[in-house]
């Protein structure tokens, strides 16, 4: 599976973002996935997870701020971020979620999009 992320940039502290997924394969509509993020010197942390059925989860961080969807018509998923905060700075990328995320080898990552918080 090919992960092609796009959407960051630079905004200030209170902005939004729009994220964007593009996923290769034919069986995306039946994965779950996940949007997650790394800091400089940090690991990489889960954001949000969306099950096939639509199912949400969120990270503490970022529960009433972010909202995880998806098309699976277009095979993309797409993550809104409102209210940003300087410590929302960091790459995000896209993947499929695994229970064992922190210590699994995923194989492949996307390049990921830069998001920069600041004033």
């Known amino acids: 599976v090919q992960l092609v992320e796009s959407g960051g940039g630079l905004v200030q502290p209170g902005g939004s973002l729009r994220l964007s997924c593009a996923a290769s394969g034919s069986d995306f509509s039946i994965k779950t996935m996940a949007w997650y993020r790394q800091a400089p010197g940090k690991q990489r942390e889960l954001v949000a997870v969306?099950?096939?059925?639509?199912?949400?989860t969120y990270a503490n961080s970022v529960k009433g701020r972010f909202t995880i969807s998806r098309d699976n018509a277009k095979n993309m998923m797409y993550l809104q971020m409102n209210s940003l905060k300087p410590e929302d700075t960091a790459v995000y990328y896209c993947n499929r979620y695994y229970i064992d995320y922190r210590t699994r080898d995923f194989g492949s990552w996307g390049q990921g999009t830069q998001v920069t918080v600041s004033s």
């Open positions: 969306i099950t096939s059925g639509g199912s949400l």
